[in-house]
């Protein structure tokens, strides 16, 4: 695997840190700016909503620049997002610091996944992308409990401040390590937008921000329901944290592995589990071992999902920077609705385990949502089955099987630009 993808990776870490460390600094926020739990609990979508919005259109602007040269200036533009955050003395300065680091983080990842697209073969596309979305993992895992940690011992500034320090090294990492790589010729917009008309895009992408958005209902609560809930002392949270992100490395492992062939099965057991452990947490949150169990569940299943989505993007359409910024802005409507509604849910008194429910309920959409793809599939695979025994009856050569769910959504599906 290209050492350049680690690099990227490391950067993507970085941006998914700064995303996700508000829920660890819950307390923290609401005290500082004097506001409700809930309303800080509001930044976290903002940030999603900064993706989803300006992403696309800063993408859009950067489609001739050189993708080195266009991964320089966005972690230049996050840098400067956080020491804004960090100084900020007013909420809404804090606001606007996350709309900016939100618009660097889309683009970055959309032009990121690119870049490893062209730095792999096409087998080894799902491999190349858990490495990548491995930064998310290690986000959860050291990001968020190192964040919250600083946060106890030195204040929540200084977690702002160390992330931003970080993404500067990772600059001058991405200018020494990532290769330029060539720009696909005749690169136009309008053959960009071409690929939106493949309507199996959409519902990728619908699934996707389910799933994820899912997963964030219930992540973006769990420092109040483990220390009001479950009854942990706050010294316990970071740790609670890392328990959920060493889940989500070991999954992401698997999953990267399994992506290029078993994508399909892989999302419809994924998502099935994600709502069944989402529906039971909710039902023992009160019991501090069931609720260990029930996150560290929840990490090996949820977010190691990432790279067989982000697979699954790149089979039904193509590997263009447009089409993988529009599948984070995808999933960062199911970030925003997620946290919102957990938000809506808490304010309207029905407790800090609504999140919990509402997360079940968007991942059990998302599964239903997967049948059709997944009985085309089998229905695929029943009638290659049928063909290879019809070629071995006439003693015809019989070629290979391929990947497992991958022939009936490559049918006519991908829109080259």
């Keep these: 695997m290209p050492y350049a993808i680690v690099v990227l990776g490391i950067g993507v870490f970085c941006l998914n840190t ?3 460390m508000v829920a660890g600094l819950l307390p923290s926020l609401s005290s500082e700016f004097d506001v409700s739990v809930s309303t800080v609990g509001y930044l976290i979508s903002v940030y999603a909503m900064g993706m989803v919005v300006g992403g696309p259109v800063l993408t ?15 972690l230049a533009t996050f840098v400067a997002g956080q ?42 596309r799902g491999r190349a992308l858990s490495v990548l979305f491995g930064g998310l993992m290690v986000a959860q895992v050291v990001g968020l409990p190192a964040a919250t940690l600083i946060d106890q011992h030195f204040g929540w500034r200084a977690s702002f401040w160390a992330v931003g320090a970080l993404a500067a ?12 790589t060539p720009m696909p010729e005749r690169m136009r917009l309008r053959g960009e937008i071409s690929a939106f008309r493949n309507a199996k895009l959409w519902g990728v992408y619908g699934t996707n921000a389910l799933v994820i958005g899912a997963i964030m209902a219930a992540n973006s609560y769990f420092s109040p329901i483990f220390t009001e809930i479950s009854g942990f002392g706050s010294g316990a949270v970071p740790w609670l944290f890392a328990v959920f992100g060493a889940g989500t490395i070991v999954g992401n492992v698997v999953t990267g592995r399994l992506a290029d062939r078993y994508m399909l099965p892989l999302l419809v057991y994924g998502f099935a589990v994600v709502t069944l452990v989402l529906i039971v947490f909710a039902l023992v949150a009160h019991h501090r071992v069931l609720t260990v169990a029930a996150v560290a569940v929840l990490g090996l299943t949820g977010l190691p999902l990432s790279p067989v989505m982000g697979a699954r993007v790149l089979r039904v359409s193509n590997d263009g920077p447009l089409v ?8 960062n409507v199911g970030v925003v609705v997620g946290p919102w509604a957990g938000g809506v849910a808490i304010s309207l008194g029905l407790g800090l385990l609504s999140p919990l429910w509402i997360g079940a309920a968007m991942a059990a ?39 497992e769910g991958a022939d009936a959504e490559d049918a006519g599906a991908r829109t080259r630009p």
């Design 18 to 20: 700064t995303e996700i």
């Design 60 to 74: 859009v602007a950067l489609l001739r620049v050189p993708r080195k040269k266009a991964l320089l200036w966005l």
């Design 83 to 124: 020491v804004l955050g960090a100084a900020a003395q007013e909420f809404w300065v804090l606001v606007a610091a996350r709309v900016i680091t939100a618009l660097a983080a889309s683009a970055f990842f959309g032009i990121a996944v690119a870049v490893c697209a062209q730095l792999v073969d096409k087998d080894q």
């Design 169 to 180: 090294l990772n600059a001058l990492a991405v200018w020494r390590r990532v290769p330029t």
């Design 324 to 331: 993988n910024t529009v599948n984070a802005s995808a999933i």
């Design 365 to 403: 959409t998302g599964l239903l949502a997967m049948v059709p793809a997944a009985l085309a599939a089998r229905g695929e695979r029943r009638e290659r089955r049928d063909r290879s025994d019809r070629r071995a009856w006439r003693g015809d050569p019989v070629p290979p099987t391929g990947r």
